[in-house]
């Protein structure tokens, strides 16, 4: 079964204490990307991957790191969480970008509380 | 940058009542459109997508979306909804020239089904 997998599926943090989400695809995409989602401004993208050893900044990467050491791995970094960064957080595997059988697949999300 | 807009962010419907939720995008070149539904408590899951070709598009669920060019829009229609269709409503936007730029989504319609 096509799946991405995130962990942990909640999380409650204090201010600087890093932490790590992980994501995992099993449909070996090359593009996978981070989103988060806050009310009223959608998904917004943190970073995206071409493919492995390849990242980019998306809208809003202030505070995070990503990397792409393996296809199916794309884990999401906060070295120093505040309280800014509370959201629900999606990774996101696509097929085949630019063709017409595209489509995104998402994680179950992760919701971050920085306190 | 792409933008996309979605008007509504709230909208409540009374079960077998009509529904349109509008999408308008910034870019005017060639895109790829895409509209995706988040259940309560649930990851984003794909409703239908446009390619090429044929304007309207049919999805899951008796959905359907029409694009139109000219209006730089895609709107989401569905005849008669269910108490089921309760949850929130993304459009989504790639342009197709560039396939670093992932999917740019718009702030989302939150749709509430009153049985």
């Known amino acids: 079964e096509a799946q991405v997998t995130q962990n942990p599926r909640y999380l409650i943090t204090v201010t600087g204490k890093k932490l790590t989400v992980t994501c995992s695809q099993n449909m070996n995409h090359e593009y996978m990307s981070w989103y988060r989602q806050d009310p009223g401004l959608g998904l917004r993208q943190i970073y995206y991957?071409?493919?492995?050893?390849?990242?980019d900044k998306g809208d809003v990467p202030e505070g995070y790191k990503v990397s792409r050491k393996e296809k199916r791995n794309f884990p999401l970094i906060l070295e120093s969480p505040s309280p800014n960064q509370t959201s629900l957080y999606f990774c996101a595997s696509i097929s085949q970008w630019g063709h017409k059988n595209t489509e995104a697949f998402f994680g179950q999300g992760t919701r971050l509380t920085v306190v | 940058a792409q933008s996309v807009s979605q008007h509504n962010h709230h909208v409540i419907l009374s079960e077998a009542a009509s529904l349109e939720l509008g999408c308008n995008y910034s870019y005017g070149g060639t895109v790829n459109l895409f509209w995706y539904v988040q259940y309560p408590g649930q990851h984003l899951q794909l409703l239908l997508k446009y390619f090429s070709g044929d304007p309207l598009v049919k999805g899951i669920k008796g959905f359907e979306a029409e694009f139109i060019k000219s209006k730089f829009s895609f709107n989401l229609r569905k005849p008669s909804v269910q108490w089921s269709d309760t949850a929130e409503y993304f459009c989504a936007v790639n342009e197709s020239r560039n396939a670093g730029n992932m999917l740019t989504f718009g702030g989302g319609t939150r749709l509430m089904v009153k049985p």
């Open positions: 991957s071409m493919n492995v050893e390849v990242t």
